[in-house]
Nanobody, 130 residues
C-alpha cells in the first residue's frame, strides 16, 4: 500500500526547533519529477499549506507565516523530504501532514493548494508551548 509517513513531531518550547521527515512507505520514489508539500491543521482551523518543493529542480515555496523560519529540503537518495522548523511559535501548533503531487509544481500559486496533491500521510503532531 502506497503511503507517506511523517516523523519528527513533538513538544517544544517557543523559540525552539524541530525537523520533520516525510518518507515513502510501500513504494520507491523512482522519479523525482514530483512535488512534496507540508500542510498543517490546528484544532478548529482549516488545513493550510506550509511549504512545497519540486524535487526535480529544488524549487520551493512557503506560506508567509513561516517564511524565514521554515525550510523544506529533499534528499532524493534517501527518498525523504524534510521540514526544518526554527523559532517556533505557539501558533505553529498543529498536526503536520506531508503530501505528494505526481508532477512538479507548474505554477508557484498552486504549490500550497491541497487539491494539487494526491497522496497524503497520516500526520505528526507538533506542539509549541509558551
Amino acid at each position: 500500500q502506497v503511503q507517506l509517513v511523517e516523523s519528527g513531531g513533538g513538544l517544544v518550547q517557543a523559540g525552539g526547533s524541530l525537523r520533520l521527515s516525510c518518507a515513502a512507505s510501500g513504494y520507491t520514489w523512482d522519479t523525482d519529477d514530483d512535488a512534496i508539500a507540508w500542510f498543517r491543521q490546528a484544532p478548529g482551523k482549516e488545513r493550510e499549506g506550509v511549504a512545497w518543493i519540486s524535487r526535480e529542480d529544488g524549487s520551493t515555496g512557503y506560506a508567509d507565516s513561516v517564511k524565514g523560519r521554515f525550510t523544506i529540503s529533499t534528499d532524493n537518495a534517501k527518498n525523504t523530504v524534510y521540514l526544518q522548523m526554527t523559532n517556533l511559535k505557539p501558533e505553529d501548533t498543529a498536526v503536520y501532514y506531508c503530501a505528494e503531487a505526481p508532477t512538479k509544481v507548474l505554477r508557484p500559486a498552486w504549490g500550497l493548494l491541497s487539491e494539487y496533491y494526491t497522496t497524503w500521510g497520516q500526520g505528526t503532531q507538533v506542539t509549541v508551548s509558551v
